[in-house]
């Protein structure tokens, strides 16, 4: 059974330009996590969705980012306009959504704002 | 802010010892309690998770729960350089199903 799916692995953009980073979760899950990972920050959560409606996105920066999830296989993450504080890789993560449920990881996209 | 505290400093082990990982957090309503490993310039995956105070086993890893006192721990008998990474723990609090994470704690199991 495939995993997580994350799109693109790394993404080299200029600062002010649009960036979208694509999800495709593991089929039957029905909560879907975007976290962002820096070394002085860790691992923040973003925002999660549960059965494609968004739950919680009090981790969402600023207006700047948007996460939607119009079905249950695809979820996305944009950036507009980036800047270069937004360097960072981003994970999304999957999980069956019980209280016990694990998350499982894709293997992420590094992002590099110049 | 719920937290979630682990030692930031790198633990070093000789191979064949006893590696011992910590973790408090601020939650007390925290009813899971996970510890995923994270290679450089990987994703994390799981290798315990706990539900109940006391002791979880799985080969060479035990998990231990202590709700009481707010702490989580990770011993890693028998290390091997391949457990040369680093540690995360995380939390779910009582409500939502998102997971809290500590910053990790980097291990480094030598020859």
């Known amino acids: 059974d495939a995993g997580v799916i994350q799109s693109p692995r790394h993404e080299v953009t200029e600062m002010g330009q649009e960036v979208t980073l694509r999800c495709k979760p593991i089929s039957g899950h029905n909560s879907l996590f975007w976290y962002r990972q820096t070394m002085m920050r860790g691992l923040e959560l973003l925002i999660y969705?549960?059965?494609?409606?968004?739950?919680?996105d009090s981790g969402m920066p600023e207006d700047r980012f948007s996460a939607k999830m119009p079905n249950a296989s695809f979820s996305t993450l944009k950036i507009q306009p980036s800047e270069p504080r937004d360097s960072a890789v981003y994970f999304c993560a999957s999980s069956d959504g019980g209280r016990g449920g694990e998350l499982f990881f894709g293997e992420g996209s590094r992002l590099t704002v110049l | 802010q719920k937290e979630v505290e682990q030692n930031s400093r790198p633990l070093s082990v000789p191979e064949g010892a006893i590696a011992s990982l910590n973790c408090t957090y601020s939650d007390r309503g925290s009813q899971s309690f996970f510890w995923y490993r994270q290679y450089s310039g990987k994703s994390p995956e799981l290798i315990m998770s706990i539900y109940s105070n006391g002791d979880k086993e799985d080969g060479r890893f035990t998990a231990q729960l202590n709700k009481a006192s707010q702490y989580v721990s990770l011993l890693i008998r028998d290390s091997q350089p391949s457990d040369s990474a680093t540690y995360l723990c995380a939390v779910r609090g009582n409500s939502g199903y998102a997971l809290n994470f500590g910053k990790g704690t980097s291990l480094l199991v030598t020859p």
């Open positions: 969705f549960n059965n494609n409606v968004p739950i919680d």
